[in-house]
């Protein structure tokens, strides 16, 4: 499985990013879609999955829903969106994906470049 990420980069406090997520070399449309992200010094973190069906569900303790995921199949692509960025979001944003669904999203470990975000005024 690879991954190109993209739309990442700095942004001001408040504002919003949508990532991209572009499944090379398979049919996305086969696997659930985890979002993760590693900020500087610290352990990676799960945000959300979107489910083979288009479910949602969050890796997040808590999302104050500010992280939305969503797909699109036919371009092999799916897409997180971040609203109200605070510093705190400052990180390397990843993909990850599972034919078994989201309960199996966080064993994912063939992690690809990613895309970075920076917030910051």
């Known amino acids: 499985l690879y991954f190109v990420e993209s739309g990442g980069g700095l942004v001001q406090p408040g504002g919003s990013l949508r990532l991209s997520c572009e499944a090379s070399g398979f049919t996305l449309g086969y696997y659930a879609i985890g979002w993760f992200r590693q900020a500087p010094g610290k352990d990676l973190e799960g945000i959300s999955c979107?489910?083979?069906?288009?479910?949602?569900?969050n890796l997040m303790d808590s999302t104050k829903g500010r992280f939305t995921t969503s797909r699109d199949n036919a371009k092999n692509m799916a897409f997180l969106r971040i609203d109200s960025l605070t510093r705190e979001d400052t990180a390397n944003y990843y993909c990850?994906?599972?034919?078994?669904?989201?309960?199996?999203?966080?064993?994912?470990?063939?992690w690809g470049r990613g895309t970075r975000v920076t917030v910051s005024s």
């Open positions: 979107i489910s083979k069906s288009g479910e949602s569900i």
């Open positions: 990850a994906a599972d034919p078994r669904g989201c309960e199996s999203i966080r064993e994912y470990n063939d």
